[in-house]
């Protein structure tokens, strides 16, 4: 949306997620060139990396220090630039708290009953993004496990608190995140 239509298929470009690791890597094989935009590193051994890989801008400086680029490429997660663009507000005015758990924990629990059953609101990482945004911004307070889940409320300006419930969470990569903006992160367990 932010860019418009001005790639082809020979091209990949990494914006946002956890994406340079070797396993993502591998499904790039057939790209000419990789065009890295505010990723980060994380969930594996970093990718062979070689003159199709072009990093612009890294989601933090533990990214920028694990694959050995220079800590000027540290930026933030490319997620911030949705904050450009007009996204449609919720008009519910009641106290509400939403929770974003991550992907990878949706399989373990269902979400919506405990959330129903507590009296939170479930918002699924999956959702379209302007549903996501417009989930996020009726929230009061939004618990998240999934790192996007704060940056999206970050970006609305909605208070967020992170919370861990697996070993899929990645203390490593809100780390990254959060010392790019000097943040005390604290996640409840």
Same mark, same amino acid.
């Given at each position: 949306?932010?860019?418009?239509?001005?790639?082809?298929?020979?091209?990949?470009?990494?914006?946002?997620?956890?994406? #340079?690791?070797?396993?993502?890597?591998?499904? #790039?094989?057939?790209?000419?060139?990789?065009?890295?935009?505010?990723?980060?590193?994380?969930?594996?051994?970093?990718?062979?990396?070689?003159?199709?890989?072009?990093? =612009?801008?890294?989601?933090?400086?533990?990214?920028?220090? =694990?694959?050995?680029?220079?800590?000027?490429?540290?930026?933030?997660?490319?997620? =911030?630039? #949705?904050?450009?663009?007009? &996204?449609?507000?919720?008009?519910?005015?009641?106290?509400?708290?939403?929770?974003?758990?991550?992907?990878?924990? #949706?399989?373990?629990? @269902? &979400?919506?009953?405990?959330?129903?059953?507590?009296?939170?609101?479930?918002?699924?990482?999956?959702?379209?993004?302007?549903? %996501?945004?417009?989930?996020?911004?009726?929230?009061?307070?939004?618990?998240?496990?999934?790192?996007?889940?704060?940056?999206?409320?970050?970006?609305?300006?909605?208070?967020?608190?992170?919370?861990?419930?697996?070993?899929? %969470?990645?203390? @490593?990569?809100?780390?990254? &995140?959060?010392?790019? %903006?000097?943040?005390?992160?604290?996640?409840?367990?």
């Amino acid at each position: 949306h932010l860019l418009g239509d001005v790639f082809d298929e020979d091209i990949a470009l990494l914006g946002v997620g956890t994406l #340079l690791n070797e396993a993502f890597s591998r499904r #790039l094989s057939s790209a000419k060139r990789i065009l890295v935009m505010g990723t980060g590193a994380g969930y594996g051994p970093i990718p062979s990396l070689d003159d199709r890989w072009k990093f =612009y801008a890294v989601r933090g400086v533990r990214t920028a220090r =694990y694959l050995g680029l220079s800590d000027n490429l540290a930026v933030a997660d490319a997620a =911030y630039l #949705l904050s450009s663009l007009d &996204w449609p507000r919720s008009s519910s005015s009641r106290r509400r708290v939403v929770v974003v758990p991550h992907h990878r924990s #949706l399989g373990f629990v @269902d &979400w919506a009953a405990l959330c129903r059953d507590a009296g939170l609101i479930f918002v699924s990482p999956l959702l379209p993004a302007n549903e %996501f945004l417009r989930a996020l911004s009726g929230a009061d307070l939004v618990l998240s496990e999934a790192m996007h889940g704060a940056i999206l409320a970050d970006i609305l300006r909605v208070p967020w608190s992170a919370f861990s419930f697996g070993r899929q %969470f990645n203390a @490593d990569k809100w780390s990254d &995140w959060s010392e790019m %903006f000097a943040l005390s992160l604290s996640i409840t367990e």
